[in-house]
């Protein structure tokens, strides 16, 4: 068994788990790593059990366990399939409701890059576009990605990105290593085998922290079958409200976690979307084979933007 030291802004787990699973760990949880503190707020502990009884209370038929201090997994296989749809899903969540009840942080369903200077949010639903728009923006040279499924943010527009490994479908695959030969060197590919299973980018994250303090610019992609005359089309506040609302994902509870009820909760959700559609410019991107051609409409709306800063 192998410790891992994890620090989720401020929120320290303690994960006790076999050594086969460093790398998935350090894949999917690198940028919250740390070298150790003296007391964690949660301890969690994983181990492989191939005798598992049927039944579980996981959806791949695991068991997970919570007390007050303490989350346990009994899993009975490791693998990509097993440590994604069990581990990962369930201890996401656990931080999710604990970031909410304790800093306001509510978790979108989105991406997040810094490109240009510009804190950009990517939101949508899945299949509209924004991992592949987060790529192209993140790998760019004056590009970070510190999320690209994943953020959490609060009414003070503090967001904090959930860095991981790329999924991704073969075309965008294809696109990513003929646009991006320069990164060959320093990207890591996990080609699938299973069908209906994705591949895996694994991208550094360059950035010193996962948190950025405030949003820019939002951005919501449609993936869209013909190159269309306009890629981007301002978003009125009312739609980006709606569209935020929609892609907010509340956290389990598992019956334990203090944090409010759900009406609250959403109350609270749509304060955060509010304050982001009053202070963040909207645009709809209409996304094409080549991510190239929609980066250079997204200069071009920067660039408007410092023009007219300057002006």
Not at 29 to 39: M, P, V
Not at 66 to 82: A, K, N, V
Not at 107 to 120: D, P, Q, T
């Amino acid at each position: 068994m192998s410790d891992f030291f994890l620090d989720f802004r401020g929120l320290r787990y303690r994960l006790s788990a076999p050594a086969l699973l460093k790398e998935r760990i350090e894949a999917d949880y690198g940028a919250f790593l740390c070298d150790g503190f003296d007391a964690a707020d949660y301890v969690v502990s994983v181990t492989e059990e191939h005798d598992l009884p049927l039944g579980g209370n996981t959806k791949i038929g695991d068991w997970f366990q919570i007390g007050p201090r303490e989350l346990s997994f009994r899993c009975r296989r490791l693998d990509r399939s097993g440590w994604e749809r069990s581990v990962r899903t369930y201890l996401t969540a656990h931080v999710s409701s604990q970031l909410y009840a304790r800093k306001g942080l509510v978790r979108l369903h989105a991406g997040l890059v810094r490109y240009r200077s510009k804190n950009i949010l990517v939101s949508g639903p899945s299949g509209a576009g924004k991992t592949s728009l987060c790529l192209a923006l993140g790998t760019a040279p004056s590009g970070v990605c510190y999320a690209h499924e994943m953020v959490f943010a609060n009414t003070e527009r503090v967001a904090m990105g959930w860095p991981q490994p790329f999924t991704v479908n073969e075309g965008t695959l294809r696109w990513f290593l003929s646009a991006r030969a320069d990164l060959a060197g320093r990207v890591e590919i996990e080609n699938s085998v299973q069908e209906g299973v994705k591949n895996r980018i694994k991208v550094p994250f360059l950035a010193d922290s996962v948190t950025l303090d405030g949003i820019d610019l939002i951005l919501f992609p449609t993936r869209i079958a013909d190159r269309g005359a306009d890629a981007l089309r301002v978003v009125d506040r009312q739609t980006v409200c709606r569209r935020l609302s929609t892609e907010v994902e509340v956290p389990g509870t598992f019956n334990y976690a203090p944090f409010e009820p759900a009406d609250a909760f959403m109350a609270s959700t749509a304060e955060i979307a509010k304050v982001l559609a009053e202070r963040c410019p909207a645009y709809g991107v209409e996304w094409f084979d080549d991510q190239r051609v929609v980066v250079s409409q997204i200069d071009g709306l920067i660039d408007s933007d410092l023009r007219d800063s300057r002006a």
